[in-house]
């Protein structure tokens, strides 16, 4: 099959390797250096209308999306308007990810348990209301802000702060939610908008520093799987991942694609933090490198309508991936320093997330940089290799946390096998 992959980030790396490990060809636009080893790289106009001509004049046989932001733009729909089938769901059933105040509503309006939480146009009454809530209050940009339109506000400045941030843009709406407490996990879930096959359950660090402190990013480091019990799982998939695929048939925009369920595990049960419409990055380099099917296919099912659950089938083991990310970041990142990258063994990848040539020299190009991914046959032996091997990147300044896992007790250590 001929794949046409887009994006250019650490998960779109990963979207890419997973497929030539099936065997397929891939074209990537506008991709990255590390992708430029796996796949034909073709500068494209950003616009939906461009990347669907891409397709047609391709030939490719299916188009995989990454990233939210051509989603929101409708490259689905425009792919679909020529008839290439496309992974990924349309501009109107993004709006799960894209506009969060109408992701709220519609957990509302289909039973799906989220926090209590209040959504503002007017900065005035934001403050007000924000004014009287106990601490701490969690400040979301409605909008799509990259993953760091969230701030855990522990003071009343901050939560302030953080609302006048959200209301410099024109036309900014902004939610505020009661804070939950618990363990944090990612479910994943591919589908044609009718059946779904789940993904191994994940966990992200979200904030730049250890110990889960600090600005939020848009993810330090993953660990997969994430133990949860069948009963769990089956708990969550009834009380989250069905009514949602359920509610967006019935308001006549069925889901396809990666529907990202974050979840929060409270001590009243698990509750949706934010649907997302898209593999999370970086839990994409965590899950994809597990999947031992054939993802292109699984895309082309999906986007046909006619995903086959049971065809979706994962290695055993556990993977962990450390992101290295720019000093700086998530603030101005500085941008163009050397990289010098170890050669990987079975079972290791670096996925590049943020990478460029400066002639012959790799460079950082972003904030977070690369996704340091290992494979092992227990979390804290894949814990172990990728630490291994992001040790033996060199790369000034990177900043990366070294706690993974701590939060449910698992630690970087080889374990005998
Ligand atoms: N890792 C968080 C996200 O993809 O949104």
Known sequence: MRVLVVGGGGREHAIVDACRRAGHEVLCTPGNPGIAAQARVIACSPEAEALADLAVQEGADVVIVGPEVYLAAGVVDA???????????????????GDKAWSKAFMLRHGIPTAAHRSFDVLAEALAYAAAQPLPLVVKDAGLRAGKGVTIA????????????????????????????????????????????????????????????????????VICPFPLTASDLERICRETVEPALRGMRAEGHPFTGVLYVGLMLTPSGPKVVEFNARFGDPEAEAVLPLLASDLAQHALDAARGRLDPSSVRFHE??????????????????QGLPLHLPAPQPGEMIYHAGTAWQGTQLVSRGGRVLAVTATAPTLNAALARAYALADRVEFPGAQLRRDLGARIGVRPEVTPV
């Not at 009661?178 to 979200?206: C, N, W």
């Open 79 to 97: 792919c679909r308007a020529r008839g290439v089938p496309a992974f990924g769901p349309t501009r109107a059933a993004a709006r799960l990810e």
């Open 154 to 221: 522990r003071s009343r400045a901050e939560a302030e702060a953080a609302l006048r941030d959200i209301f410099t843009q024109p036309g900014a709406q902004a939610v505020l939610e009661e804070f939950m407490t618990g363990q944090e996990v990612s479910i994943l879930a591919l589908t044609d908008g009718e059946r779904y096959a789940l993904l191994p359950p994940s966990q992200d660090h979200k904030t730049i520093f250890e110990g889960d402190t600090g600005p939020m990013t848009g993810g330090m480091g």
């Open 317 to 334: 083991g556990a993977s962990a991936v450390v992101i290295l990310a720019a000093p700086g970041y998530p603030g101005e990142a500085q």
